[in-house]
């Protein structure tokens, strides 16, 4: 027998690949979404020997692709608000995370990301190389594959112990803003034997930011009492589902007689039923806004759709109120606030005399129930023709969520339509991806059903977007880490997103005219059947009638056991 380093443990070292995951477990890591491969022997071998002996490690969820990883990963951290782990490949398994961590970087996903590097010696007894490739994969800068998406990049190196990693790695992905870390190691480091730390480890330290000092609170409760029709544009104030930030922005705009927007939300930030919420679109409401609060949003307002009123207020409060991390942000704001939003609106709601406004008598409540009513006007004009639209799917699928259920938002063109008809409440019942990365929503609902088994996941999704999202892969996954949720496809049979992004620059251009013939998709796909490789219930949906009870018996599904996908064939419009 080989004679290896965890052969010969001492009183006075400790493997290094123990170390690690007992590290990553003692420090609030629950789970480990790992796609394994031959540079992760070393921790194969020590999660066995820990199991064996009864030390506490994150469970690990096997997944067939390491963007289905990061993405269950992504959905669980922001079901929680505590980072998970995420154990990929080098070189080529770090390049298949892609899209899903532009997500993580641009939701604020707190991630701790491990992953191999190409080992350096020729020693197998060490952990070197004994594969061919172990010289293909190895590159000369593998951080760099994701540098620009992390808060921090390390490689870990014995001896050094490798908890300092864990902690130092779990901070930066906890500080604001929230995100991915990267950390990679060799076998030969892992395979080692490393001084035992003497005493306990300090825990990662809480380096969120706290809210604005008192004299700016009272500058921002002043601008506040002044203004005729304040507005708030958020788009994810929450971390978590404990609703302490929704319940901030609840009173402060009850107090004020502030409506809220959200704008592309990454998590419900105030309730869609309430009179004071006004929609996803912060240009519409801005015809009235003489103060506009930016609270806790990446992109305050789509510039080419309109913003405020030249002669009204802009006060943006976030912790990272530069937005470093965007290479151009030049909204005009009057005031910023490097704060934590909520806890700011919270301080300044108490500043505020709770009887001054009667909330449902502003013009914000007059706009929630134009809107509500319009919307119950088109949802009735597509039943009583009985079209499947975008409309009548998500309130379809609205009718047969509990309170408690989780709606994933990944969807393009249908994205609005959806947030419009699933009248969302509760806190961390609505989750989005934040990036631009398509496919998000099927594997994210998985690590969310795993944070939270006892409720209902839904995931909405785009024909193009389900293909991205590595659908097989994620079916599998669900299934095999007991994770059932229902994914349901807006099958549009197109890329509307180019249609109509063609038509907005071109509208009178010939690829207009020609249909644009680029967003077409001209051979019919059957979603529903990737997942049946695992086993998942699927089914398609072409006629009306179908629809309710089709969704019915496929969240029945999910509710036995079994993860469903449903494919429904949209109304052209």
Known sequence: MTDTPSDRPTEDTVHAGERFLTSLAEHGVERVFANFGTDHTPLIEAAARLRERGEPIPETVTSPHEFAALSAAHGYAAMTGTAQAVIVHVDV??????????NAHRAGA?????????????????????????????????????????RWLDEYRAPADP???????????????????????????????????????????????????????????DAVEAADAPLVVTSDLPTG?????????????ERAGAGVVEFRPVALSFPRTHPLHVGFDPSAMFDVADLVVVAGADLPWLPSSGGPDEDATVVQLDADPSKAHYPHWSFD???????????TLALVADRLDPNAVDSTETVWAARHEERVAEREAALAADREDERLTADV???????????????????????????????????????????????????AAVGVKLARPERDVV???????????????????????GAPTLTVVYNNRSWNAVKRATTRQHPEGRAVAGGVPESQFRTPLDLSAPASAAGAFTRRVTAYADLEETLREALDATRDGTPAVVDVALDRQ
């Open 163 to 221: 908890e300092t990693t864990v902690i130092r790695g779990l901070e930066r992905a906890n500080a604001e803003k929230q995100g991915p870390v990267y950390v990679s190691a060799t076998r030969e480091s892992l395979e080692a034997e490393v001084p035992r730390a003497e005493g306990g480890s300090p825990e990662p330290r809480d380096l969120g930011p706290g809210p604005a000092d008192a004299a700016t609170v009272t500058e921002i409760a």
């Open 333 to 343: 704001i009057d005031r910023s606030v490097a704060a934590d939003p909520a806890g």
């Open 393 to 443: 799917v998500s309130a379809t699928i609205a009718d047969l969520l509990d309170d408690d259920a989780v709606f994933l938002e990944g969807l393009v063109t249908n994205a609005g339509s959806a947030l419009e008809n699933v009248p969302l409440e509760e806190p961390a019942s609505q989750l989005g991806r934040g990036g631009a990365g398509l496919g998000w929503a099927p594997p």
């Open 110 to 150: 707190p991630v701790f990301i491990f992953s191999g590097l190409a080992p350096v010696t020729d020693d197998p007894a060490r952990g070197g190389r004994d594969n061919p490739v172990h010289y293909k994969q190895d590159v000369f800068d593998q951080p760099g594959i994701v540098r620009e998406y992390c």
């Open 459 to 481: 995931a909405a999704v785009g024909d193009g977007s389900y293909v991205f999202s590595n659908p097989t892969a994620s079916a599998w996954m669900a299934a095999d880490a």
């Open 241 to 253: 589902d404990d609703g302490d930030d929704v319940d901030s922005l609840v009173e402060f705009a």
């Open 93 to 102: 398994g770090t390049q298949n995370l892609g899209a899903a961590m532009h």
